[in-house]
């Protein structure tokens, strides 16, 4: 998964994404060029999961 598929399908992930981890909210998930650590550090804050894992479950979504 990079970042040009998450770009892509972002508002579909960030309703998968708040349906599965429900603490996320819609400014834990604001994604702006640039910005994709911070928001990976917000979602791993919210769900204690690394990069790799928070990847994998967007892959899984």
């Known amino acids: 998964m990079n970042e040009t598929t ?4 972002w508002n579909e992930l ?8 429900g603490d996320l909210t819609d ?3 604001a994604y702006e060029e640039g910005q994709s ?6 979602i791993q ?7 790799d894992e928070i990847n994998k479950a967007i892959a899984d979504l």
């Open 6 to 9: 998450v770009k892509g399908g």
């Open 14 to 21: 960030k309703g998968k994404l708040k349906q599965a981890y």
């Open 27 to 29: 400014d834990d998930l």
């Open 37 to 42: 650590d911070e928001m990976y550090g917000k």
């Open 45 to 51: 804050q919210k769900t204690g999961k690394t990069k």
